[in-house]
């Protein structure tokens, strides 16, 4: 790890602190500081919404921390199941505002808060706890060398369903504080410090300290991961790159976030800081935790995908390298879809209710996304059946061009004018495909057209010799090998080559038919003939009754006047388009 790595580390400690601290409250929407304001008027198939969010287990807590951050000991006491509880001995009473001081007192001291994330944000909460319908857990506090549950208990009040803190706990806060008071020698390692102003519902000591925790945790965090180097080469026996140790290459900088959160952790059990900085501080920390282990499988599934493509890249393989590419696209696609809900469900967003709720919206989207399940089912066709494969050159309808990306939606190609040309899977999937990459052999196949001047034992000899020219050529495959004299065309004798070419590529073909073509050539012209030209001969004559005609009127011309030299029309042939040399 470089120093500009460090540096980054150590600044995004206090970044994250200051997330903590101004953005972690907004969970929950702000809460009145009195009574209520009377909702306006709806239907009555609707229920009022509680102003204070107490109406799942995780609304409760986030608004009860809201409270003793803001020390609204009033609306927090709104919070209690019971307003009034005395010791055992009813040595103390504590009602009212002076109840949730002690609360948040015993809090501070000997307690902690489950945070959002691990909160049920159902109003039923977690039926699969092992606890009553109508009781959740929320944290504990530890006493007297025992932990007694937070619980929260759902109670009808105000004709609605609200979660609210159990009156069990509220009954364990006069034991609790005496004690404290008992032990009042042991003294958190926060208390050494001056407590200066409350900032964000904690002293501004308390946020410096976990400042400077969350520094020293990714600190040592990294130079724990610094000390990976001998593991790394008794992975490697001291040679090449190994899969394991690709796997921890890929995990350092994902381990070394998660590390260092673990670390953070601790330290913040140790200092002894407020419940409130800890509940913040604590939440922030844990939606990063789950960033680091998406981190850290994302980087997995890379390194997974290289190694299985490298092994089936020795192995000759290549046709999964398509299944494989997009597999790894799928679940990176699963992998951010689990981090939004998750996310979604810290924060207070009930995604299973919201999907319930989309009822016809969720059908006119479904229609809407009509075109996406397509393109995600021919992306599934393309992998099942291969047509093609990434690298592959093919034609499709008209267009020609090389396999570069098959995606989750569409297929990049590049084409022969080096153009990228993106075709939805849905589409191409239904499309005739020529893959040209598939084939095992080229077919060589050229018509010679030979001059009408060339004799009969001419030609037997160009086609013994192009026979043998094939046979014996090295990437010719010789069972396949034919020449034939096929037709007497309009201007040409037609010598018909047929055969099979070994060439691993298209470029190898075209060489091996260059090679060819010229020793059509050289034959050809060894044999004395040569290539015809398209040519036209014209015939020029006389009906019979017309050249008696023609006879009575020369006869005439005879008398009349002295015969000509030369006739008016020559009866030889007249040949257009010949070559001087050809007509001699």
């Not at 260092?260 to 844990?286: I, K």
């Not at 299944?323 to 469900?345: E, Q, T």
């Not at 967003?349 to 969720?362: E, R, W, Y």
């Amino acid at each position: 790890m470089t120093l500009g790595s460090t540096a980054r580390a150590l600044i995004l400690a206090p970044l994250l602190l200051v997330l903590f601290v101004t953005g972690a409250g907004a969970q929950t929407p702000p809460a009145p500081a009195g009574e209520p304001a009377t909702a306006a008027p709806k239907a009555a198939v609707q229920p009022e919404k509680d102003p204070f969010g107490r109406e799942t287990p995780q609304g409760m807590v986030a608004g009860l921390m809201s409270a003793l951050a803001a020390a609204d000991y009033e609306r927090a006491v709104r919070f209690f199941e019971l307003e009034m509880v005395s010791g055992a001995r009813g040595w103390t009473v504590l009602s009212g505002a002076g109840l949730a001081q002690r609360f948040q007192q015993v809090l501070d001291r000997v307690g902690s808060i489950i945070t959002p994330a691990e909160l049920s944000n159902d109003p039923n909460g977690a039926l699969n706890d092992g606890l009553a319908e109508d009781v959740e857990r929320f944290g504990s506090i530890k006493a007297s060398d025992r932990e007694v549950p937070l619980l929260a208990k759902r109670v009808k009040r105000d004709g609605k369903s609200l979660w609210l803190v159990s009156e069990s706990t509220l009954d364990e806060i006069p034991e609790s504080l005496r004690s404290l008071s008992e032990g009042a020698s042991t003294r958190a390692v926060i208390d050494l410090l001056p407590q200066g102003p409350t900032v964000g519902g904690a002293p501004v000591s308390h946020w410096i300290s976990l400042l400077l925790a969350a520094c020293l945790s990714f600190a040592l965090a990294w130079l724990l991961m610094k000390m990976r180097g001998p593991i790394e080469r008794l992975v490697r026996h001291g040679g090449d790159e190994t899969k394991l140790s690709r796997f921890i290459a890929a995990s350092t900088g994902p381990l070394r976030l998660l590390l260092a959160l673990l670390l953070f952790g601790l330290a913040t059990q140790v200092l002894g800081v407020s419940v409130v900085a800890r509940y913040r501080v604590l939440f922030g920390a844990q939606v990063l935790g789950w960033f680091g282990a998406a981190w850290l499988l994302w980087r997995w599934a890379d390194a997974a995908s290289e190694v299985i493509l490298g092994r089936m890249s020795r192995r000759g393989q290549l046709t999964a390298y398509s299944a494989i590419s997009f597999l790894n696209r799928a679940f990176k696609a699963f992998l951010g879809v689990l981090i939004v809900a998750a996310l979604l469900r810290a924060f207070g967003v009930n995604v299973t209710a919201g999907l319930a709720a989309l009822g016809v919206g969720g059908l006119a989207i479904a229609l809407g996304a009509q075109k996406l399940f397509e393109n995600l089912i021919g992306s599934l066709t393309l992998i099942a059946d291969r047509p093609v494969r990434i690298g592959d050159f093919c034609r499709f309808g008209t267009t020609l061009g090389t396999i570069e990306e098959i995606g989750i939606r569409s297929t990049r190609i590049r084409t022969l004018d080096r153009t990228v040309m993106t075709v939805p899977n849905g589409e191409f999937a239904a499309m005739h495909i020529e893959n040209y990459s598939q084939r095992d052999r080229f077919w060589f196949h050229p018509t010679l057209n030979l001059r009408y001047e060339t004799g009969a034992d001419q030609m037997r000899r160009i086609i013994q010799s192009l026979d043998s020219m094939l046979r014996d050529h090295p990437k010719v495959d010789a069972n396949s090998a034919r020449v034939r004299f096929v037709g007497l065309g309009a201007h040409s004798l037609d010598v018909e080559l047929f055969c099979y070419v070994h060439a691993l590529d298209h470029s190898g073909f075209l060489e091996t038919q260059e090679e060819l073509l010229l020793s059509c050539m050289e034959i050809v012209a060894a044999n004395g003939t040569g290539f015809a030209f398209p040519s036209q001969t014209l015939y020029l004559r006389q009906d019979a009754e017309t050249q008696k005609r023609g006879r009575i009127h020369d006869m005439d011309d005879v008398i009349r006047r002295p015969r000509r030299k030369k006739p008016l029309l020559s009866q030889e042939p007249i040949q257009v388009g010949i070559p001087l040399a050809q007509r001699q």
